[in-house]
Nanobody, 125 residues
Framework: QVQLVESGGGLVQPGGSLSLSCAAS????????VGWFRQAPGKEREFVAA????????YYEDSVKGRFTIFKDNAKSTVYLQMNSLKPEDTAIYYC??????????????????WGQGIQVTVSS
């Protein structure tokens, strides 16, 4: 079983920055890919970014490229999402997700096996 716990959400002004963390436990993650998805009110859940546990590959949804960075700390079994230049349309519940044996790009087109509980990010003045 895999457990994913998100932290770091909150309220930020447009143009500001926020960092999300996803602490993973319960497995050896060397062959997992971990990603972030988000769901805004009244909209479907959408892919944001993913990274293979080896760190060799990362993949981003077009609207966040150049603004968001996904990276990890193997020693802490934690994946981070650094969000800069935030916009009101980034407001959503952000979910950490993990899946075994897939690529970062493939995660954008699938429903991963494991999910965190979600954390609210609000971008508003």
């Amino acid at each position: 079983q895999v457990q994913l716990v998100e932290s770091g959400g909150g309220l930020v002004q447009p143009g500001g920055s926020l960092s999300l963390s996803c602490a993973a436990s319960g497995r050896t993650f060397s062959t997992y890919t971990v990603g972030w998805f988000r769901q805004a009110p009244g909209k479907e859940r959408e892919f944001v970014a993913a990274i293979t546990w080896s760190g060799a590959n990362a993949y981003y949804e077009d609207s966040v490229k150049g603004r968001f960075t996904i990276f990890k700390d193997n020693a802490k079994s934690t994946v981070y999402l650094q969000m800069n230049s935030l916009k009101p349309e980034d407001t959503a519940i952000y979910y950490c997700a993990a899946h075994y044996g897939t690529t970062a790009q493939a995660m954008a087109r699938m429903r991963p096996s494991y999910w965190g509980q979600g954390i609210q990010v609000t971008v508003s003045s």
